[in-house]
């Protein structure tokens, strides 16, 4: 069992670039999820794709944030023009079933300078 | 909408007592319900779910959770903590009209004192 991998593990870029994480989860897994952490909160919801489509997206996501899982497999996070405000912990989970427990990679974790 | 509430920040045990760690939830339908634990510098992992029939489930570690419909709680028990279980504990619900997003509360973390 590989688990979810994430990568990178840390991410420190400048105010105004761009960022990409990428999450590959357990390999029969068909849901994939992104999620967000800051310190003293619990994970808040991005977005999730079942295979390749991607079914529900947070209000709270600006347009700057973008998700792709093109073949069903592995899965992208780009953040666009980062801000100080985007600097978190990133958190890829995936899992089996409609109802099933979610299975977390490590975290990315992005600081903005 | 769906939401989690656990009321306290830190809970502090003395090892060999049991432990209770809260949780309240809300949901429009019928909740799933999970607890997940997190280590220092590890991801989150599972430890139990509630999804139907018996109330009281029982997961990793000897940890068991009871579900209470009529006061929406799901809180985490341990009848004797060890100093290993010193952690940061999340609840999580979902609401069974909603296969997708799971919401988390801020977490518990717990410690268990020698």
């Given at each position: 069992?590989?688990?979810?991998s994430?990568?990178?593990?840390?991410?420190?870029?400048?105010?105004?670039?761009?960022?990409?994480?990428?999450?590959?989860?357990i390999?029969?897994?068909?849901?994939?999820?992104?999620y967000?952490?800051t310190?003293?909160q619990?994970?808040e919801?991005?977005?999730?794709?079942?295979?390749?489509?991607?079914?529900?997206?947070?209000?709270?996501l600006?347009?700057?944030?973008?998700?792709?899982?093109?073949?069903g497999?592995?899965?992208?996070?780009?953040?666009?023009?980062?801000?100080?405000?985007?600097?978190?912990?990133?958190?890829?989970?995936?899992?089996?079933?409609?109802?099933?427990?979610?299975?977390?990679?490590?975290?990315?974790?992005?600081?903005?300078? | 909408?769906?939401?989690?509430?656990?009321?306290?920040?830190?809970?502090?045990?003395?090892?060999?007592?049991?432990?209770?760690v809260?949780c309240?939830?809300?949901?429009?339908g019928?909740?799933?319900?999970f607890?997940?634990?997190?280590?220092p510098?590890?991801?989150?992992?599972?430890?139990?779910k509630?999804?139907?029939?018996?109330?009281?489930?029982?997961?990793?570690?000897?940890?068991?959770?009871e579900?209470?419909?009529?006061?929406?709680?799901f809180?985490?028990?341990?009848?004797?903590a060890l100093?290993?279980?010193?952690?940061l504990?999340?609840?999580a619900?979902?609401?069974?009209?909603n296969?997708?997003k799971?919401t988390?509360?801020?977490g518990?973390t717990?410690?268990v004192?020698?």
């Amino acid at each position: 069992d590989t688990g979810v991998s994430q990568n990178p593990r840390h991410k420190i870029t400048k105010r105004g670039q761009n960022v990409t994480f990428r999450c590959d989860p357990i390999s029969e897994h068909n849901r994939l999820y992104w999620y967000r952490q800051t310190l003293g909160q619990g994970p808040e919801f991005l977005t999730y794709f079942q295979n390749e489509a991607q079914l529900e997206k947070s209000r709270l996501l600006s347009d700057r944030f973008s998700a792709e899982r093109p073949k069903g497999s592995f899965s992208t996070l780009e953040i666009q023009r980062t801000e100080q405000g985007d600097s978190a912990m990133y958190l890829c989970a995936s899992s089996s079933l409609a109802v099933g427990e979610l299975f977390f990679g490590e975290g990315s974790r992005l600081t903005v300078l | 909408a769906q939401s989690v509430a656990q009321p306290e920040d830190q809970v502090n045990v003395a090892e060999g007592n049991p432990l209770t760690v809260k949780c309240t939830y809300s949901v429009s339908g019928n909740p799933y319900l999970f607890w997940y634990v997190q280590y220092p510098n590890r991801g989150l992992q599972f430890l139990l779910k509630y999804i139907t029939g018996d109330n009281l489930v029982k997961g990793s570690y000897g940890f068991e959770a009871e579900f209470n419909k009529s006061q929406t709680s799901f809180h985490l028990k341990k009848p004797s903590a060890l100093v290993s279980d010193s952690a940061l504990y999340f609840c999580a619900v979902r609401d069974n009209t909603n296969a997708g997003k799971s919401t988390f509360g801020d977490g518990t973390t717990l410690t268990v004192k020698p």
